[in-house]
């Protein structure tokens, strides 16, 4: 022990946020030997806890560090300093001590990472003893959310757990100087999982498995590939006949595929990246980053048909560098899944893909625990805008506040996700789909119960959407002894954006939502409204004005019917020259002419994304699709062609009321008189933005808050984002758009575990 001269003080300081299983404790240890401190550094499934005694200059010094100099993949949420006894400093020095178990709020649980540069070099030296390893990994890099268990995160509770170390991984592991030293997935070719290689006819014998999946893709095969998160299917990008293969044994048609490369340079040769688009694709986290795709590259057509952008990924497994080592070309890679059902994780499930989907399966013995499909990001205006949130971010952690009540949100019926809160955090789960199948309710259910026991939460409500028939609605209502919130699906939207801004629950905002479709308080299909509240409550001060639509939201796939509707309502008459018209027929124009006229089977919509999806059809840009949002989508590409500035249209402002009828009129006419289609795309934006400013404004006016939060599926769209946080802030106001969760229903949990975890409880006056 130091003289009394020298130690001034001692501390325990504890440290809270993404601080397992990412090199922590060792680079605690490392700063207090630089800084010449005595004491320990220990963990718990709560918190890293240090015990330091020094100089408290020297000590300021290290809580300092703690946070600028931590490692690369922690994010130190909170650092509570409290005095301690200088009498527990035993040995003079610092040391790091077990696990201990700990009760109370659990640690942050690390998303899973690509595999880091220097276990790449290792990977790559014929010297090294993980020469060729596929499974390398370190403290900086690997498998984390994907096979945890349970915490503490130490490999017993990993689906390492199956594999013991052999003598020289042991050693590396418990040496603090090493940089694998706790590193929980940690292998090599001695004691690790081996890769596997099958046909389909079953296992196939090969030395090689990597060299056997290059020559299967170079001869067009579709191969099925273990991930992090789950299987891919792949094929070789460059080859039409294999993304075609592909694209009909998947059942899908149209949607855009992703692209994966080795490294950046090869990411710059197929796609125009700026530098935050190249900041994010080349991140731990590796998402598809959706950008626009150069001219006369390699990549086929066939990738991502009707659309200028391409979304590229670079590899972030030992697998993929090793494929690409080998010679691979650039590859389609795509989450194995049967239409709208989960990623598929487990070897025995993606038994079903191979021959009638995938030629051959490359996988291993390393088992995934949690599903988490390949995430998805836009970038605007050098900010990020989040299209698909999993692998990479998942679990993400939210601050709510403190002592919120319990509460798990259950999230919407498309793009699900559902959101886990303690009394302080809420935790977005990773994508799971399209509800309606019962794998995917099942996917639901089990990544809800690992989340509860990895933060030890108990639920004490459940959130979820007003909608009577969405299926986890359903599932959540039959759930005895809980407290039910019922949420209004715009309000979940916007209290989303307030949840991820960390703004009070008791913010006034001005709300715009503006969203394919969504259950309205009054019964009828929302999705493009304005509310002025916070996140107990809101008042709808505005929105479109409802369109009849025959069928409801059966109208969503065929954009056609939507044009029909709209030209009813706003006084058009269906001539034969207007697309939509043309491409109904008589016979199916008769039948909706009546349904319109009795009003029968038809529903109020104030859609916004249908409306886009009308003025679609209306340009004759597309009058059914085949995935989400398919005809609102090649409307904002169709914008972005014009070169003019765009027709200037302006919606009707009637009170509360925004009329699509001058809007749609004016287009009609422009169409009749051969203006081109970009230009009048192009001027629909702006009407909308336009009428969001001025709504906005009013409000402003009129004494309303100043703060304007943008959610809803039509935020996809990175030309309205733009322009919409333009012309707010001009306007004087301060927009807040998404930057963690997608505005699409990805983003509905969290909006909901916001509002139900922050409500008082029932019977208590407010
Ligand atoms: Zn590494
Ligand atoms: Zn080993
Ligand atoms: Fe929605």
Redesign the pocket.
Known sequence: MNGPSTVETAERIEVTGLVQGVGFRPFVHRLADELDLDGCVGNDSAKVFIEVAGPSRRIDEFVARLERDAPPLARVDRVVRGRTELTGFGAPGFRIVESAEADGLRTFVAPDTA??T??LAEMRDPGDRRFGHPF???????PRFTIITDLPYDRPNTTMAAFAMCSRCQAEYTDPSN?RYHAQPIACPECGPTLRWLGPAGPVETTDPVAEAILSLRRGGVVAIKGLGGFHLVCDATNPAAVARLRARKLRPDKPFAVMVARVAAARALAHLDDTELAELDSPARPIVLARARPATPIVPEVAPASPLLGVMLAYTPIHHLLFDAGSPPLVVTSANIAGEPIIHRDEEVGRLLGPVADHLLTHDRAIHAPCDDSVVRVVDGELLPVRRARGYAPIPVRLGEGVVPTLATGGELKNTFCVTSTTHAWVGPHIGDMGTLATLDAFERGVRQFELMYELAPERLAVDAHPAYTVGRWARRIPHVEIVEVQHHHAHVAAVMAEHELHPGTRVVGVAFDGTGYGSDGTVWGGEVFVGDATGFDRVAGLAPVALPGGDAAIENPYRVALALLHSTGVEWGEDLAPVAHAGRRERALLARQLDGGFGCVPTSSMGRLFDAVASLLDLRHTITYEAQAAIELEHLAREDGTGGRGYRFGLRGPVIDPGPVVRAVVADLRAGVSRPAIARGFHRAVVDATVQVASGLRADGGPSTVVCSGGVFQNALLVSETRAGLRAAGLRPLMHHLVPPNDGGLALGQAFIASHRPPPGSES
Do not use: A, H, P, W
Not at 136 to 142: A, D, F, K, R
């Open positions: 595999v880091c220097d276990c390398i990994t370190c403290t900086n890099c690997g940089r």
